[in-house]
Structures are given as structure tokens and as C-alpha cells.
């Protein structure tokens, strides 16, 4: 099993940009799928963003198509998660999920390793 850590999160004014980042450790990253899920206060934990194993196909939900995007560096053991024109609506904790396998699914219950997520805060 992966161990997932992300970092990246913070602050920022509606219309800004971050980038999260999220470093895995502890077996061969490249046979891994990886994705973005955020969970704002009070709501279930949704899927953001995926990439499959190599990286040739990306997932986005409607809400975040054209502002983010997911990438991966499969040499560093680490995703991406670049956050642009942010809303104050993607306020949540964000987490980074992986699973065993090519293909990315929305579910998280198809996801076995989880970090302990990252607050990502959109001011208005």
C-alpha cells in the first residue's frame, strides 16, 4: 500500500492560485492511479480530480473543468493539483487518494490509501 502526504494548501482571494502537492511513498508509484477529493464542513467527501497510472488520461468534475488541473511526475512519486481562478465555493479540505490499478473512479470507496488532507481556504 502507498503512503499519500499532500501539502500546498492555504489562503487565498477568490480568483487566485494554488498548486497542491501530493508525495507518495512506499511502493512503485507508477502502478497507481491517482485522485483529488475535497470535503467542505458538513458535506460528503467528493471527487475533484484523476489521472490514471501513466498520466495520458485526466478526470475532472464540471464544477473545476477550465480552473484545475491534475498532472504527475511519475519519477518525483508525486501528483499535482493546480488550482487556478479559485471560488469561494472550493473551500474544503482537499485529499489525495490512491489506488492500486490503471483507472481513476469518482467513489471513494474504490481508493485504499488517503492522506490526511490539506485545508484550502478561497476568500471572497
Known amino acids: 500500500q502507498v503512503h499519500v502526504v499532500e501539502s500546498g494548501g492555504g489562503l487565498v482571494q477568490a480568483g487566485g492560485s494554488l498548486r497542491l502537492s501530493c508525495a507518495a511513498s512506499?511502493?512503485?508509484?507508477?502502478?497507481?492511479?491517482l485522485a483529488w477529493f475535497r470535503q467542505a464542513p458538513g458535506k460528503e467527501r467528493d471527487f475533484v480530480s484523476g489521472?490514471?497510472?501513466?498520466?495520458?488520461?485526466?478526470y475532472n468534475v464540471d464544477s473545476v473543468k477550465g480552473r484545475f488541473t491534475i498532472s504527475r511526475d511519475n519519477a518525483k512519486n508525486t501528483v499535482y493539483l493546480q488550482m487556478n481562478n479559485l471560488k469561494p465555493e472550493d473551500t474544503a479540505v482537499y485529499y489525495c487518494?490512491?489506488?492500486?490499478?490503471?483507472?481513476?473512479?469518482?467513489?471513494?470507496?474504490?481508493?485504499?490509501?488517503w492522506g490526511q488532507g490539506t485545508q484550502v481556504t478561497v476568500s471572497s
Open positions: 487518494a490512491a489506488r492500486s490499478g490503471e483507472n481513476v473512479y469518482s467513489s471513494p470507496n474504490m481508493y485504499d490509501s
Open positions: 512506499g511502493r512503485t508509484f507508477s502502478n497507481y492511479a
Open positions: 489521472i490514471n497510472w501513466t498520466g495520458g488520461s485526466t
